[in-house]
C-alpha cells in the first residue's frame, strides 16, 4: 500500500502548502523496496573519492573538536578530557564543546561568543551531513542527485516513508571545504577563548 500523500497533513498536523513543500523530500514505500543501483554504477567514480575525502576530513575535525575539549577542561595533558568524551557521540561532543567554551566566554565577557554560536552551528550541520553521507541508501541515488538517508514510521497510520536529500558531487566538494575552513576557525577561537 502507498502511503495517501494527500492525507499526510492530517498525521503530521502541518498545513497543505508545508507538506507539499515536505513530500519532496520524501519517498513512500510500495509493498516492496527494492533499489537496484544501477545509476550509482554509472557514477561511482565521481562519488566514491569525495566521500572518502569528506570522512578522512571529517575524522579530522572530529580529532580536533576532541582535543578542544579536552584542552578546554586542563591544558597540561588530554587524559581527562579524552576519559569524559570516551563514550560520547559526535552530537553530544558538540554540546559539550559549546557548553564548556560557552563558559570561559562569560568569564572573558563574551567577546567571541558570536564566533562560538557560530562554529557550534557548522559543526550540526556538517555531523548531519555526514550521518546522511554514512546512513544513506547509496543504491537508491536518482539521476536528479537524490538519495535516501532515513527510514521513518508515521506514528498514528504506520505508514513508512524514505527522507531523501540532494546529495551530488559539487555538494561533497562545498562540504570538504566547510571542514577545512571550520578547522581553522576552531584553532583561531581556541587561541581566543583562552586569553583574559
Avoid: C
Avoid at 166 to 182: A, G, T
Wanted: proline content about 1%; cysteine-free.
Amino acid at each position: 500500500m502507498r502511503l495517501a500523500f494527500a492525507d499526510v497533513d492530517e498525521w503530521a498536523g502541518n498545513s497543505k502548502i508545508d507538506m507539499n513543500k515536505k513530500l519532496n523530500n520524501y519517498d513512500g514505500l510500495d509493498q516492496y523496496d527494492f533499489s537496484d543501483g544501477k545509476y550509482l554504477e554509472k557514477v561511482a567514480s565521481k562519488y566514491f573519492p569525495l566521500i572518502g575525502e569528506f570522512l578522512i576530513g571529517f575524522s579530522i575535525l572530529e580529532q580536533d573538536l576532541n582535543i578542544a575539549i579536552a584542552d578546554s577542561l586542563y591544558d597540561g595533558y588530554h587524559e581527562t578530557g579524552f576519559v569524559i568524551i570516551e563514550k560520547l557521540t559526535t552530537s553530544n561532543k558538540i554540546d559539550l564543546f559549546y557548553k564548556m567554551y560557552v563558559r570561559l566566554e562569560s568569564f572573558n565577557n563574551k567577546k567571541h561568543k558570536a564566533i562560538l554560536v557560530e562554529i557550534k552551528r557548522q559543526l550540526v550541520e556538517l555531523n548531519s551531513f555526514r550521518n546522511s553521507i554514512v546512513h544513506a541508501n547509496w543504491q537508491s541515488l536518482t539521476k536528479k542527485g537524490f538519495v535516501r538517508t532515513k527510514i521513518l514510521v508515521d506514528n498514528e497510520e504506520g505508514f513508512v516513508k524514505f527522507k531523501k536529500i540532494e546529495i551530488k558531487p559539487r555538494i561533497i566538494r562545498q562540504k570538504i571545504n566547510e571542514v577545512d575552513k571550520l578547522l581553522e576557525q576552531i584553532d583561531e577561537y581556541k587561541e581566543k577563548a583562552f586569553q583574559f
